[in-house]
């Protein structure tokens, strides 16, 4: 989408939200007279919005499937858990803007900033694990929860990638028990807080402990 429709949009869209739920009907009538399309994607966002709940107070975790209104799985909860992941390791959101519709443009098309950009010490097996998360399309995102968990031990824990263990970072390796410890307790947190095959799409509080931090 151009930005100048992106721009209209976001006007729609913010004086929508500043009228009483029971009068926005007869505003778009006038700001979308003719056209159809403006209507349909300022209404979208307007249910985006108020789904979205206390926590997030804007559509910032959604996939673009669930902004475009279109049918949602667990996929969709695999792009929320991308953007929880690339938080974690980078500490920044991946797609973060002043306001909610340029955070939504982002989210529909616009690529993160590479993780190693951002953490030198984040190798790129670990981006391309959060990028594969990210993809727009949810049919080239994780097909299988246990997929993922499996990249995500072998990425995390064996190699220690969010302690900075692969690239001179600050930590030691783990013993061998804590190592198992750690695989353990990271399965047990992914199935525990999301069990993303068994429930539906929805927006998550995160459930992550906040990242160590050192020195690279």
């Not at 979308?32 to 926590?55: I, K, T």
């Not at 804590?178 to 947190?189: C, I, M, S, T």
Request: some cysteine; overall charge negative.
């Amino acid at each position: 989408m151009k930005s100048d429709r992106w721009q209209k949009l976001k006007n729609v869209f913010n004086e929508a939200l500043e009228r009483d739920p029971a009068q926005r009907a007869v505003f778009l009538d006038e700001a979308c007279a003719g056209d159809a399309a403006l209507r349909e994607e300022v209404e979208s966002l307007l249910a985006s919005h108020q789904d979205a709940d206390g926590f997030l107070e804007e559509p910032a975790y959604s996939s673009p499937e669930q902004l475009l209104g279109l049918e949602v799985d667990f996929r969709t909860d695999i792009f929320s858990f991308g953007i929880m992941l690339y938080e974690l390791a980078s500490g920044t959101h991946p797609f973060a803007a002043t306001d909610s519709v340029t955070t939504i443009a982002r989210i529909l098309e616009a690529e993160p900033v590479e993780l190693m950009r951002l953490r030198p010490v984040i190798p790129p097996e670990l981006d391309q694990i959060v990028r594969r998360c990210l993809r727009k399309s949810p049919a080239q995102r994780y097909g299988q929860t246990s997929e993922l968990v499996a990249d995500l031990v072998e990425e995390v824990v064996d190699n220690g990638s969010l302690n900075g263990q692969n690239s001179g970072g600050c930590e030691s390796p783990p013993e061998p028990a804590h190592q198992e410890h750690q695989h353990a307790q990271l399965h047990h947190k992914t199935e525990r807080s999301y069990q993303i095959e068994d429930q539906p799409a929805v927006q998550r509080r995160r459930h992550f402990p906040p990242r160590d931090r050192c020195s690279a």
